[in-house]
């Protein structure tokens, strides 16, 4: 699949989103937009497309980054217990500092991040058999211990609806002046396509990468950095996506190969493709109700997941 039909999907995908909710405007009605039209365009469509555009672009590409740094093609934020951190961080400032800003939540949310991700990654070096699913299991399991804590705490300080919230992956609630954190994750891809290859260097190992000079722990750490930092700034923008950064990567690996600066773009693109026809989808299926993107990706998502499943048993990948 060439980038450039990529590139036309996803703005046919984008105009078709700006003219879908309840609030009625046609492609006809650029010419001579009402006030109204305006303001919702403004205010609500134009930031709920920059806001799937981003979501789809960063988790699919911290997907990749995780896959390429643990050797393991079913790691991903939501199978290493990153989410579940991230979510824990946002729950910790909710409890210590109830009038935190959104930057100060962010912050917290990305150290929480980070440091679950690290532990994931502490766990991998420890474990000897290191199957392909049985790694993934072992995130699931890790994240569902960070989930309890934060239930724990949640339910001790009534916080339970708040964390709810945090939950369920939701366009809905996007509108201008409330996604303006998830610009902090363009940064991270770039940073993501500078040491695109020294990613792919350290995804050979310790051993392979110090033979070739490169500063293997740094690489490493710079992209559990970017990782965490993405997935915290969507988390507190958007809530939780599942299997986004699971199932891009594995679909751009199939048809474009493993080297990770040739799949990049290809991953984001992608990425923000099936989120906007998920979200479309979402929006369209039960009009002019909605269904959260969490439900349409995971539903979609899952079935995918399941193919991938059955294609590595078939072919013994």
Known sequence: MKIRYLIIVLIVLSVASLFIGVSDISPLDLFQLTEDQVQVLTVSRIPRLISIIIAGMSLSIVGLIMQQLSRNKFVSPTTAGTMDSARLGILVSMMLFASATTLQKITISFAFALLGTFIFMKILEKIKFKDAIFIPLVGLMFGNI????STFFAYR????QNMSSWMQGDFS???SGNYEIMYVSIPGLILAYIYANKFTIAGMGEDFSKNLGLNYRQVVNLGLIISALVTASVVLSVGIIPFLGLIIPNIVTIYQGDHLKNTLIHTALLGAVFVMFCDIIGRIIIYPYEIPISLT??????????YLLLRRKKYGL
């Open 146 to 149: 960070v989930n309890s804590i």
């Open 157 to 160: 300080n009534d916080l339970i």
């Open 173 to 175: 609630m996007i509108m």
């Open 297 to 306: 990706v995971g539903v979609i998502g899952s079935g995918i997941f399941i």
